[in-house]
């Protein structure tokens, strides 16, 4: 004798566990889809607009290596004057990533830049253990690619700029290798954009 009430469970379990694994194949496909989609588009132009600080687009983004790779174009519109010419040394952040798994404002290492002595120049930008140090690199041209690499290693911040001389920054004494959430494009310093001021920008993996 067949029991009905059973076979509605049974029918009523395999349509739960179709449906079930239909919404994780279509989850999956969404997330590869989405991955993709942010793995091909590695090359990004942000624009800080005037009177602000942070660049657009906004990125929210971890990295997952411990070396940073990447090429940066700055055009005309990196020509600032301040009439405060006392900011005039303030650095402009251009990449890098946080550390320690702690804010960058304790632990970071950045690729920053000015505009001075009417030349753009490169620096290496840190937070250890809440201090900050800065290195001068060196000076590239405008409207010219420039490649950059950051890498961690147990104990330094290692800052390269083309074919130039490493420059390292010692990394914190107490500090677990962590999550290391990306930081992006960054005008200031203490002043905003005094008119809008655009990067290309290309991470290389």
Not at 59 to 77: D, E, G, P
Not at 137 to 161: C, H, M, P, R, W
Request: charged fraction near 20%; include cysteine.
């Amino acid at each position: 004798m067949i029991d009905l009430s059973s076979m509605n469970q049974l029918y009523h379990d395999m349509f739960s566990t179709t449906r079930f694994r239909n919404l994780l194949i279509l989850v999956f496909g969404m997330f590869m889809f989405m991955s993709c989609e942010e793995e091909a588009d590695l090359s990004r132009t942000f624009v800080m607009q005037q009177g602000e600080h942070y660049a657009s687009p906004r990125l929210v983004q971890s990295m997952q290596s411990n070396i940073l790779n990447f090429t940066a174009k700055f055009n005309q519109s990196a020509v600032y004057h301040f009439e405060e010419t006392a900011f005039q040394d303030s650095k402009n952040k251009l990449l890098g990533f946080s550390d320690c798994n702690s804010l960058h404002h304790e632990n970071s290492a950045r690729f920053a830049w000015q505009w001075y002595n009417e030349q753009l120049e490169i620096y290496a930008y840190c937070y250890v253990n809440g201090v900050r140090q800065e290195k001068y690199i060196g000076a590239v041209a405008l409207d010219e690619e420039n490649k950059y690499q950051l890498k961690i290693t147990a104990d330094s911040y290692v800052f390269q700029l083309n074919h130039q001389e490493p420059v390292s920054i010692p990394r914190g004494t107490t500090c677990d290798k962590g999550l290391y959430y990306m930081l992006w494009p960054y005008f200031g310093g203490t002043l905003p954009a005094p008119h809008d001021v655009s990067i290309s920008i290309k991470i290389d993996y």
